[in-house]
């Protein structure tokens, strides 16, 4: 299981990823292009919220008791999954990217362009 610190360098590999605490010191928040893909607590660790497509969100949670709908966030799109219960690293690796990929893929084309341009520098 990846601990903060890998899940944290696993995020900010991400192309144009940026990290940040806007809601509290504790609530460590990844975003691409300005838009947010994952949040978890700082001192614990517990869970992550992730952005999801709506039918894989829901088959996730039917599939993994450790899979949640999304904690403070909109159901439908976010889940929650719980740290230490049963997810392996290559399964939080997996949905976190995919999580980066529906936001950056949502973001606006001129967005998009720069951080393309930018990965190829």
Request: aromatic share 10%; hydrophobic share 40%; charged share 25%.
């Amino acid at each position: 299981m990846l601990n903060i610190e890998e899940f944290r360098d696993y995020c900010l590999a991400l192309p144009g990823t940026t990290e940040a605490t806007p809601f509290d010191l504790d609530t460590l928040v990844f975003k691409v292009g300005g838009k947010i893909f994952a949040l978890t607590s700082i001192a614990t660790f517990g869970s992550v919220n992730l952005k999801c497509e709506p039918e894989l969100a829901a088959q996730l949670r039917e599939e993994f008791d450790y899979v949640r709908p999304g904690f403070h966030m909109n159901k439908k799109h976010w889940n929650t999954v719980l740290i230490g219960t049963g997810v392996t690293a290559a399964q939080l690796r997996e949905w976190t990217r995919h999580s980066y990929e529906l936001v950056r893929a949502a973001l606006p084309r001129t967005v998009r362009t720069e951080l393309e341009t930018a990965e190829n520098v």
